[in-house]
C-alpha cells in the first residue's frame, strides 16, 4: 500500500512538472513589419547648450545617464513607426538603441545617438549615412498603416 501511495505521488509530481515545463516554453515573438533605411546619423550629449535647460530629460520625459544605449529621432520617423521605446538596429553598432527622445521639427529621416557627456566621442562621430533596423508590431493598426505608405518594403 505504501509503494502504491508511493507511485501515485510521484505520479502526480511527474505530470505536474511536464505541465510546468511546457508552459514555461517561449512565448512566439508579435508578428511584425521590420523597416531598414537610410539615415543621417549624428551625436549629442546631456549639455544643456545642446538640448535644454534641462539636458537629462528627454522630449518624452525619460531621464539620460551617460553609458545608456538611446537614440533620438527625428518627427517624420516617429510617424513611420519609430516610436518611444522602440528597439532599433544601428548599422556598424553590436548592441541594440532604445527611441527615448526626439528631434526638432526641422529634420527628416535623421537620428541622433546619445554619447554621454563624452564630448570628443560626439564630435569625432561628427554625421555619418547608416542603415537602421526595426520591427512594427502588427498589432497596432494606425502606425502600421502609415509606415507601410511612407517606406515601402525593401
Not at 512566439?28 to 551625436?43: D, G, H, I, N, Q
Not at 527625428?74 to 553598432?93: A, M, P
Request: aromatic share 10%; with cysteine; net charge positive.
Amino acid at each position: 500500500m505504501v509503494i502504491f501511495i508511493h507511485m501515485k505521488i510521484h505520479q502526480r509530481f511527474v505530470c505536474i512538472s511536464v505541465i510546468l515545463l511546457l508552459s514555461c516554453g517561449k512565448s512566439k515573438p508579435a508578428p511584425c513589419v521590420l523597416k531598414k533605411f537610410e539615415v543621417t546619423a549624428s551625436a549629442y550629449n546631456s549639455l544643456a547648450y545642446q538640448t535644454s535647460s534641462n539636458p537629462s530629460i528627454t522630449a518624452f520625459g525619460d531621464s539620460l545617464y551617460p553609458g545608456l544605449r538611446y537614440i533620438a529621432v527625428s518627427r517624420d520617423l516617429i510617424d513611420s513607426g519609430l516610436v518611444h521605446n522602440t528597439k532599433v538596429k544601428l548599422q556598424g553598432f553590436d548592441s541594440l538603441y532604445t527611441v527615448k527622445d526626439k528631434m526638432n521639427k526641422r529634420w527628416q529621416k535623421r537620428i541622433d545617438i546619445y554619447m554621454g557627456k563624452d564630448i570628443k566621442k560626439a564630435k569625432a562621430w561628427g554625421r555619418q549615412q547608416l542603415t537602421i533596423e526595426y520591427c512594427i508590431p502588427l498589432t497596432d493598426s494606425v502606425i502600421t498603416q502609415n509606415a507601410l505608405r511612407q517606406f515601402p518594403k525593401p
